[in-house]
């Protein structure tokens, strides 16, 4: 593993406290010069003689982008005439830079003193997001939140106000995205070296997750957390303690919200149980209506003028990921989308049946599992490209173990 990719991986690793630095002390979010940075490394590997191996997944993807690149030439997004607009065109879209870091992930050999410093990054970047989850929860909640970002929350009720802790900077989504699969690749990790994960990493999580107060983030926690009967079996010795444990702990964090002014009644009145449901059924009717205008081929944007019409104030956009796609890009550009995702699906799958490694699986389960309620199409995501990182550490160690 040479030293330009050793210290680019273990900077994608790190992402959010690094995009934290960048954000506030130079006033810029470097996310996209990252991810072209990856663009950069291939391109010079490819030019300097080496051979670049294409994963299975490759095929759908670079397809998918280039019906994506036909759309936005159509719909004038930018003007493919101009060098510059061309340039920044390539250095802000993050579909080339999705392909970029997959296929340096895929052409790289990842050792053992590297995915050992990544698991201590990991653990930092759980025990910084715990302390800056704590303090905007019971504090201040404008603490290291990105510039915009405060403004739309002095505009908010409480009970509204979703916490995203240090993941902010990476994606609005950053904790189901990114945090989410980090503690899936932490915890199909330990299992699959058959060591324990100290329960205070876990209830750190619960609480940066708990802050999110996002439904579809506390499902995935508890998907994640299914590869400890998947693995282990389900012991009642064990599973008795860990009732009794959950038990003392939601109490004591019930009655400590409540102590310092916030009333856990009203929040999961307010916004567990409130109807913002009722977007998911607005989205559903939306599609049905506006789908057969453009089946095969989709309109090429989010929204048009007529949806949003149709919207009439009700919800944002169509709030579920796959009929949003089908949407914007048809039937043509949601199969190559699927496609895509279910080669990934089996890919992390087939490593998981043969190595007892589950934690890129489930973490982008949950990826799939999220999309029933956001609209979010590409991976390109730090924790989620964790996943493939440590899917082929696990599977190279597999392939020489058994040559």
Not at 238 to 255: D, H, P, Q, S
Request: aromatic share 18%.
């Amino acid at each position: 593993m040479d030293i330009i990719r050793r210290y680019y991986f273990l900077g994608l690793a790190s992402l959010p406290l690094w995009l934290i630095t960048t954000h506030r002390v130079l006033d810029n979010n470097f996310n996209d010069f990252f991810g072209f940075f990856a663009v950069v490394i291939i391109i010079i590997s490819y030019a300097g003689g080496t051979k670049i191996k294409l994963p299975k997944y490759i095929l759908p993807l670079v397809l998918l982008i280039l019906y994506y690149v036909i759309w936005d030439a159509i719909n004038g997004i930018y003007n493919f005439l101009s060098i510059r607009q061309v340039l920044i065109y390539l250095v802000r879209f993050k579909w080339l830079h999705l392909i970029a870091t997959l296929l340096l992930i895929e052409n790289t050999q990842f050792d053992k003193n590297f995915i050992q410093t990544v698991i201590i990054i990991f653990k930092i970047t759980i025990i910084t997001a715990f302390i800056v989850s704590a303090i905007q929860f019971f504090i201040d909640p404008f603490f290291l939140t990105p510039k915009g970002v405060d403004e739309i929350l002095l505009m908010q009720d409480i009970h509204d106000i979703r916490y995203g802790s240090i993941f902010r900077y990476e994606s609005s989504n950053g904790v189901g995205m990114s945090f989410i699969p980090i503690m899936s690749i932490l915890i199909g990790f330990h299992l699959y070296k058959n060591n324990n994960l100290n329960i205070l990493w876990i209830l750190m999580a619960a609480f940066i997750v708990f802050a999110t107060k996002s439904r579809y983030v506390y499902l995935n926690f508890f998907v994640i957390l299914i590869q400890y009967p998947l693995i282990r079996g389900i012991q009642l010795n064990k599973l008795m303690r860990i009732l009794i444990l959950l038990i003392f702990t939601t109490l004591a964090f019930y009655y400590t919200l409540n102590y310092v002014g916030f009333r856990i009644d009203e929040f999961f009145r307010d916004r567990l149980l409130s109807e913002s449901a009722y977007t998911r059924l607005v989205a559903i009717e939306l599609f049905a209506k506006f789908f057969p205008e453009s089946p095969y081929f989709g309109t090429g944007v989010h929204l048009t003028d007529s949806v949003i019409r149709a919207l009439a104030g009700r919800s944002s956009q169509i709030h579920i990921g796959y009929l949003a796609h089908l949407y914007s890009f048809g039937i043509v550009g949601s199969i190559m989308l699927f496609v895509f995702w279910y080669m990934i699906l089996r890919y992390f799958r087939s490593v998981a049946i043969s190595t007892k490694y589950y934690g890129s699986l489930f973490a982008f389960i949950t990826f799939l599992i999220a999309n029933l309620t956001l609209v979010q199409y590409n991976i390109y995501h730090y924790g989620l490209l964790l996943a493939f990182v440590f899917n082929k550490t696990i599977q190279d160690e597999d392939i020489i173990y058994h040559s």
